[in-house]
Nanobody, 124 residues
Framework: QVQLVESGGGLVQAGGSLRLSCAAS????????MGWYRQASGKQRELVAT????????????NYADSVKGRFTISRDYANNMLFLQMNSLQPEDTAVYYC?????????????WGQGTQVTVPS
């Protein structure tokens, strides 16, 4: 069984920073692309950032939503199956539950997994 567990959320004032982490565990053979998504209250889940497996000198090819470009940075630790999201210059519109997503090859075959989410709150 594969699990994704997020951490690092919390309450931060506008202009502040948070670093989210996602740990993947279980009978994992390999992980393909990983990503962060968020869902604000009453809204649909949306993509925040993704990172491929390999490329760009093995750091991974990254992709960001326009709303977070220049403020958020996605990265991963391949050796430890970890995913990170450094969030700077946070704004009230960044308030949401943030979810980790990963395409995982495991004993169960290939599947897309989601974490349980971590709340980020930026008061206006």
């Amino acid at each position: 069984q594969v699990q994704l567990v997020e951490s690092g959320g919390g309450l931060v004032q506008a202009g502040g920073s948070l670093r989210l982490s996602c740990a993947a565990s279980g009978s994992i053979f390999s992980i393909n692309a990983m990503g962060w998504y968020r869902q604000a209250s009453g809204k649909q889940r949306e993509l925040v950032a993704t990172i491929s497996s390999g490329g760009i000198s093995s750091g991974g090819v990254t992709n960001y939503a326009d709303s977070v470009k220049g403020r958020f940075t996605i990265s991963r630790d391949y050796a430890n199956n970890m995913l990170f999201l450094q969030m700077n210059s946070l704004q009230p519109e960044d308030t949401a539950v943030y979810y980790c997503n990963a395409g995982v090859n495991s004993l169960s075959g290939y599947r897309n997994y989601w974490g349980q989410g971590t709340q980020v709150t930026v008061p206006s």
